[in-house]
């Protein structure tokens, strides 16, 4: 794999970000490119996050080599889930930016379970950020 610091600028840690700053116990894997570990405010039992060791603001930051290898951890994080709770399905996301609800300014990408009975109606998953067009069928 390449180097992750020899891209861009955003490819360093940063002093107040709280993905760079990482306390080892929370990891429950890691390599020369990744991290995963339970969210901190999970929205259901064992939501993690995956995120690039070195700081990238977003995605779309990151470079491509890099981008396959975190999207690769997916189902990595997936396995993981399974091994402590039977979900019905997964949720995964990533916020780019602000207006798309971003708190943390260092890529990171929720993988988090769903369980039946977990909301009173899950269809439309996602497009609940924007309620007045989430519900799309009669």
Known sequence: M???T????AASHQENCPFCNLPQERLIYS???ANIFADGYPVSPSHLLITPRCHYPTLFDVPAEQQRHLLSLINQAKDLIGQFYPPYGYKVGINEGAAAGQKVPHVHIHVIPR?????EDPRGGGRWV???KAKYWP
């Open 6 to 9: 020899s891209h861009n600028h």
């Open 31 to 33: 390599d020369d490119i």
């Open 130 to 132: 924007v309620p007045d």
């Open 115 to 119: 369980y039946n009975g977990d909301v």
């Open 2 to 4: 390449a180097d992750p």
